[in-house]
Each structure stands twice: as structure tokens, then as C-alpha cells.
């Protein structure tokens, strides 16, 4: 039963090429130890132990998996544009980086960006501002939101809950989670405009 639960988690996930599902069961086994340990069976849970152990189990592989990976999507895309290049025989520049991935030169820029560990010593994101300027920065964002749409936030970036997920763990559709997601980073966008990046 158990190991099911697992599985099925495992498949709700979208993973890179080349990466073997398999290889998140481990993450996947400590989402479920967590969900024995905090799931309380009364009559005001909103889902089963099953579901529930599901949902835990995801959000742990989903955490074991980004952790391993220290590059963002864009980079991963941008690192297989790269290697088609490569194997076609062509010489690897922007503007054929461009039209291999369909995007524009500053789309591209943001995809070129890796995560990196935060450390006081290191630019942020190499972006050319310090660890605290970031945080500053992303004080402000946050600061002006709601609960609401701090935690779709929240849910959506950090633990990387689709918005279905989000509606039925806010109760609310997912219509309605799109909304709130959109009016929160047209407020962030607004907040956290830095003319000096």
C-alpha cells in the first residue's frame, strides 16, 4: 500500500529527460514517514490518509529533486538547445540559441541564470546585487500582499503545487487560484521594479 502510495506520487511529477522516477522514492518514503506522523484522522480532515500521504509524498520527492538539481528549468532547457546545436554542427551563439528555443535575447538571459547556493560572499544569481539587496528586494514583493496570495505564492514557487493542488487545498477553484497567482505578481512586479539591475 504504501509503496503505491509512492508510486503514484511519483507519476503526478514532470521530470527532465534521462531521469529515472525511481530515483525519488527515497524522498518520496520521508514524504510518507511525515504524513504518519501529522496526519490526524477526525472528523474535520478533508481528505483521506491515502490522498493525503500522496500529497506529502510528492511534495517530498518534488524538495529531494530540486535540491539535487542545482540549475533552474530555463538552464536545463537552454543546456539541451545547446547540445541539438552541437550535434547539428552548429556554432553555438545567442542568436542561434534564440531561434533553436523560440525566444527573445532578454528571455534568454534569464535562462542562462543558475542556482546557485546563497552565500554572503557571492552575488545573487549573479545578477550583480548582494544576497541582501535580494532579500530586500523580495521583502518589499511579499510585503504587499494578502494571505491569500501569499500563500498561492508560496505553494505554487517554493513547493511547486500546481494550481489545481492549490485550489483544493485552498478550497477555492482553480480558476480562482490563476486569478489571485496573476494579481499577486502584477503586485510584486510593481513593488519590486529595480532600475539599477
Known amino acids: 500500500m504504501m509503496m503505491e502510495i509512492i508510486k ?5 511529477i514532470r521530470l527532465p529527460d534521462g531521469y529515472a522516477r525511481e530515483d525519488l522514492y527515497g524522498y518520496g518514503w ?3 514517514k511525515k504524513a504518519l506522523k501529522t496526519y490526524k484522522s477526525n472528523s474535520e480532515a478533508s481528505m483521506s490518509f491515502d490522498s493525503y500521504a500522496e500529497w506529502q509524498a510528492k511534495y517530498a520527492m518534488i524538495d529531494g529533486w530540486r ?4 540549475l533552474s528549468r530555463g538552464n536545463i532547457k537552454l543546456q539541451k538547445a545547446k547540445d541539438r546545436l552541437l550535434l547539428s554542427g ?3 551563439t545567442d542568436d542561434a540559441l534564440c531561434d533553436e528555443l523560440g525566444v527573445g535575447k532578454r528571455r534568454l538571459e534569464t535562462m542562462k541564470i543558475k ?4 552565500d554572503e560572499t557571492e552575488p545573487f544569481y549573479d545578477l550583480g546585487f548582494e544576497k541582501m539587496d535580494a532579500r530586500i528586494l523580495l521583502s518589499c514583493g511579499l510585503a504587499g500582499l494578502n494571505t491569500k496570495e501569499l500563500s ?3 505553494m505554487h514557487f517554493y513547493r511547486g503545487d500546481t494550481l489545481a493542488d492549490i485550489g483544493k487545498n485552498m478550497r477555492i477553484s482553480e480558476s480562482r487560484v ?3 497567482k496573476a494579481l499577486a505578481l502584477r503586485k510584486m512586479k510593481r513593488t519590486m521594479t529595480y532600475d539599477e539591475v
Open 178 to 180: 490563476s486569478q489571485i
Open 67 to 70: 535540491k539535487e538539481n542545482p
Open 115 to 118: 542556482f546557485i547556493e546563497l
Open 8 to 12: 503514484n506520487a511519483a507519476q503526478r
Open 152 to 154: 498561492v505564492i508560496w
Open 90 to 92: 552548429k556554432t553555438i
Open 30 to 32: 520521508l514524504g510518507y
